[in-house]
């Protein structure tokens, strides 16, 4: 397929300032081919092998900067998959993957991705935080935010709080708190032209230059949240000097308590991508006296054995909670790590440590575990879709056809053979292919459904 792209003047004016005389013709010519498109498996909800047999269909190549990462056939239609309702991947475009590789994120740590809708990045973190450590996403755009938490929510992330602040009142909370973070800044997107062309149709060195001077007040709020010690990771999907280099150059010199580690690009003309900047910076200060290789080896087991399930707000209705999940599902509440907090009639599990609240404009607290409903419980569909953490006995495995039918809102009945007469009865979970689909209320060989009706959709298998 060929595309018709006209750039601005000013803009390829700029890249052949940029780029050697011998690449610009390869540069340009990149807009008139068709874009490479990528997923990522989640390892929260299946293994690599099972994904890769799964989702053989989709003509898959690895993505060579992203461990997780692969391009896909567009014809194939992923994201109309019963798997990606599921949570079992990710689309993303390919060169935005590599931020999260150079960012590093080990389990135990505390992470914060400051610029996160709507949320590539936060739910590649998560999957390496591996459900151990705390994940804060934040959006100061409140539409956006909400977008974001749903995405949360379908790749099964159990240790993310997502706020809708701005950068500088996220930093009243959370001063020097942070292992580590990501600053995906808002730019002039000039690596989105093939994929966005309101991007291209937007584009003016005027907007250029908001952008830098935008994204260095972003990075000031962000250094007072990271530790000493700690890991910033910059990143923009464009390609001027200002928003980038000059940015981080800028940066460091007013913050002298930062050095620069490494700054990379993705050139679109050399690798199968739209394009992507990259600065990982070290603060300066003092760090645990282990090693980095001891500390990635034991912060995950010391996360293990100091994590406990505190019990705070309504009491009564936090019991009940309690109580519900394990007569109702089977489940032993020695598996749950973190806080269960009550807000109205909704309870969830704050993660390990997170105990700002208060004036913080929060979207999501953490996993949804249930909702007192004209005073019954009903557990959350952020718990089903998290239930790969948590063994639970009242799974229920469905068909391709079944699972179908479960998105689309529909009832389903199952035969002999799918049903264990003392376990499924009542609520249930339902799966496909070993990842959770939501709940379900099973009265005889009928399953009730109850996934949301506003995520009920057509999907093909």
Not at 176 to 189: L, M, N, R, Y
Not at 338 to 344: A, I, P, R
Not at 396 to 422: C, H, N, W, Y
Request: with cysteine; net charge neutral; charged share 25%.
């Amino acid at each position: 397929m060929c595309y018709k792209i006209e750039l601005p003047t000013e803009f390829k004016k700029r890249i052949s300032t940029m780029l050697p005389e011998e690449e610009l013709e390869a540069f340009f010519a990149c807009y008139s081919e068709e874009r490479k498109y990528g997923l990522r498996y989640n390892p929260l909800k299946i293994g690599r092998e099972a994904f890769l047999a799964e989702c053989a269909d989709f003509q898959l190549e690895k993505v060579t900067w992203a461990e997780e990462g692969y391009y896909y056939d567009p014809a194939k239609q992923p994201g109309k998959h019963i798997l990606h309702e599921a949570g079992a991947y990710y689309i993303q475009e390919p060169s935005a993957m590599a931020v999260v590789e150079l960012l590093d994120p080990k389990p135990g740590e505390r992470v914060l991705d400051l610029c996160a809708a709507p949320g590539g990045k936060s739910t590649q973190i998560a999957g390496r935080l591996a459900g151990e450590g705390m994940l804060v996403s934040n959006e100061i755009v409140s539409n956006r935010s909400k977008i974001l938490s749903q995405n949360i929510e379908r790749m099964g992330v159990t240790n993310c709080v997502v706020t809708n602040e701005s950068p500088a009142g996220l930093a009243t909370f959370f001063p020097e708190f942070f292992d580590k973070i990501v600053v995906d800044a808002p730019c002039s997107g000039e690596g989105m032209f093939r994929k966005e062309p309101e991007a291209l149709a937007q584009w003016s060195p005027e907007n250029v230059a908001l952008c830098a001077e935008r994204q260095r007040e972003i990075l000031k709020q962000a250094a007072g949240m990271l530790k000493p010690g700690g890991v910033l990771v910059y990143s923009t999907c464009t390609f001027s000097k200002e928003e980038n280099e000059d940015c981080i150059r800028d940066f460091v010199t007013s913050h002298p308590e930062f050095d620069i580690q490494k700054m990379h690009r993705i050139w679109p003309h050399k690798e199968p991508g739209e394009g992507h900047f990259m600065a990982r910076l070290i603060k300066k200060g003092c760090t645990d006296p282990v090693s980095e290789d001891e500390k990635a080896n034991t912060t995950g087991e010391k996360y293990r054995k100091e994590n406990t399930c505190l019990l705070t707000g309504d009491k009564k209705l936090v019991k009940q909670v309690s109580t519900f999940l394990q007569d109702e599902l089977m489940l032993d509440i020695n598996q749950f790590s973190g806080m269960m907090h009550t807000f109205g009639e909704q309870v969830y599990l704050l993660p390990t440590g997170f105990d700002r609240l208060k004036g913080l404009k929060i979207e999501r607290p953490g996993l949804h575990l249930a909702t007192m409903k004209k005073n019954r419980l009903e557990p959350a569909h952020g718990l089903a879709m998290a239930m790969q953490f948590y063994h639970c006995p009242k799974t229920i495995p469905l068909t391709a056809t079944q699972a179908v039918m479960f998105l689309r809102g529909e009832s389903i009945s199952l035969d002999a053979a799918q049903l264990k007469e003392k376990i499924h009865k009542g609520w249930c979970v339902v799966e496909y292919a070993g990842c959770s689909l939501g709940f379900t209320k099973v009265t005889g060989n009928i399953l009730k459904n109850h996934y949301p009706k506003g995520l009920r959709k057509d999907v093909i298998f």
